[in-house]
């Protein structure tokens, strides 16, 4: 197997524990790789801003040779900030999502960087709750704007009427768009071919490192992607099936046992 030069993390269900830490075991196996000359890379669904305590932890907040995939691969970033390469919603798009979910009568938070366009609706939106880091504006959709891009729509709704809902989404819009869940309440709506996947594709690109170099570590299905991709697909023992059959490894333990450590340890730090 390729010498790992970068490891790719998940955070949600991964990284971190059920109570959204990273752990001591964790973050002493990242620091460890990151003496070695290793990249890490959080992977994640949230805007830059919403990750400022992690990347403290980390060391790499603020560092123009370190960097973060957003938005579920939409943004490349360097962590100061400095967007590498971007795919975003239009209006329109937004618009289209929109239609949809009015109809399913499940709601719908549109995100510009790091906020939040809570779009009134009969249902409440339960993503405030996942991301209070972020600015939250509720915008009644007749007030959105059209001069604008979006990274991303979610839909933070409660786990049985959202699958069911999920069930009656339009065959065309997953044929437009990537369409997957994050987390059991939290569906995510990205632009076409935006995925962690993608978004990797594009940072090893530009560092000058081979895709069997590379690491990846998840959980959800929004992981699927750069899980299948990457040299090495590592799926925590708590993931979805479809991840860990896709998995070259899964962890035998949860995130909360310091999966992400054990698979360091044995796949990066490990002297042969």
């Not at 949600?12 to 290793?38: E, W």
């Not at 943004?75 to 919603?89: A, S, Y």
């Not at 009969?122 to 604008?148: C, I, R």
């Not at 940072?203 to 590379?214: D, K, P």
Request: aromatic share 8%.
């Amino acid at each position: 197997m390729a010498d790992i030069k970068l490891i790719a993390l998940d955070l949600d269900g991964t990284l971190l524990t059920s109570d959204k830490k990273i752990s001591d075991r964790n973050l002493a196996a990242l620091k460890a790789a990151q003496d070695k000359g290793v990249k890490v890379v959080l992977t994640t669904g949230r805007p830059l801003k919403a990750m400022d305590f992690f990347l403290h932890e980390l060391g790499t907040d603020g560092r123009e040779d370190e960097y973060t995939i957003t938005f579920n691969g939409g943004l490349v970033q360097r962590n100061t900030g400095e967007i590498l390469d971007k795919t975003v919603f239009s209006y329109d798009d937004v618009a289209r999502i929109y239609e949809e979910t009015d109809k399913l009568h499940i709601p719908l938070d549109a995100i510009c960087e790091g906020l939040v366009y809570q779009i009134q609706s009969d249902q409440d939106s339960l993503y405030a709750q996942f991301n209070p880091a972020l600015t939250f504006e509720p915008v009644d959709f007749s007030d959105l704007s059209s001069q604008q891009t979006y990274n991303k729509c979610v839909t933070a709704y409660a786990q049985e009427p959202l699958d069911a809902a999920i069930e009656q989404i339009s065959p065309e819009l997953f044929e437009r768009y990537e369409i997957f869940k994050s987390r059991e309440m939290l569906l995510e709506w990205s632009p076409k071919n935006v995925h962690k996947a993608n978004g990797l594709e594009k940072l090893i690109a530009h560092l000058g490192i081979e895709r069997s170099q590379v690491m990846a570590c998840g959980d959800e299905a929004n992981d699927l992607s750069m899980i299948e991709w990457a040299g090495l697909g590592v799926a925590m023992q708590n993931a979805v099936t479809i991840v860990k059959e896709a998995a070259n490894v899964v962890t035998p333990m949860t995130n909360d046992e310091d999966a992400v450590a054990w698979a360091i340890e044995e796949y990066v730090l490990k002297e042969d």
